[in-house]
C-alpha cells in the first residue's frame, strides 16, 4: 500500500481548518492544520507533500509564506496552493511563484482535481 500524501493547510478561519481537515482525511489524505502563520517554516520541516495556504494569515501572510518557500533550495519542490476570497488571488499567486491557486469560495472537486495534479 503507497503511503498517503500529507496536506500541509494553513488558514486562520477554525471553520475551514476543520471542514477541510475532514474532507481531505475523508478523502485519504493525512493532513496537518494550523492556524499561525509564524510557524509554517517549522511545519515544512514535517516533510508535507503539499501545501494549502491562506493569503491571508495571522503571523505571516501566505504571499510572503510562499515566495520565502519558493526561494528556499530545500522547500522550492513543495508544491504551493494558494487560496482566498480575494479578486486579487491569481496575481498574488503568481506573484509568489505559487503552483496553483483556488479562490473561495471553491467546489469540493475543483479543490481535490487541483490537489491532484500536484501530488
Not at 520541516?45 to 501545501?51: A, I
Not at 526561494?71 to 488571488?89: C, D, G, M, W, Y
Amino acid at each position: 500500500m503507497s503511503q498517503k500524501k500529507r496536506i500541509l493547510i494553513a488558514d486562520d478561519d477554525p471553520a475551514i481548518l476543520d471542514s477541510l481537515e475532514l474532507i481531505l482525511e475523508d478523502a485519504g489524505y493525512e493532513v496537518i492544520t494550523t492556524g499561525d502563520g509564524a510557524i509554517i517554516q517549522d511545519l515544512v520541516q514535517m516533510g508535507p507533500d503539499l501545501l494549502l495556504l491562506d493569503i491571508w494569515l495571522s503571523g505571516w501572510n501566505g504571499k510572503d509564506i510562499c515566495a520565502t518557500l519558493k526561494h528556499n533550495e530545500q522547500t522550492k519542490h513543495l508544491p504551493v496552493i494558494l487560496f482566498s476570497a480575494s479578486r486579487e488571488t491569481e496575481a498574488i499567486a503568481r506573484d509568489a511563484g505559487a503552483d496553483a491557486f483556488i479562490t473561495k469560495p471553491f467546489e469540493l472537486d475543483d479543490l481535490l482535481d487541483t490537489l491532484e495534479q500536484h501530488l
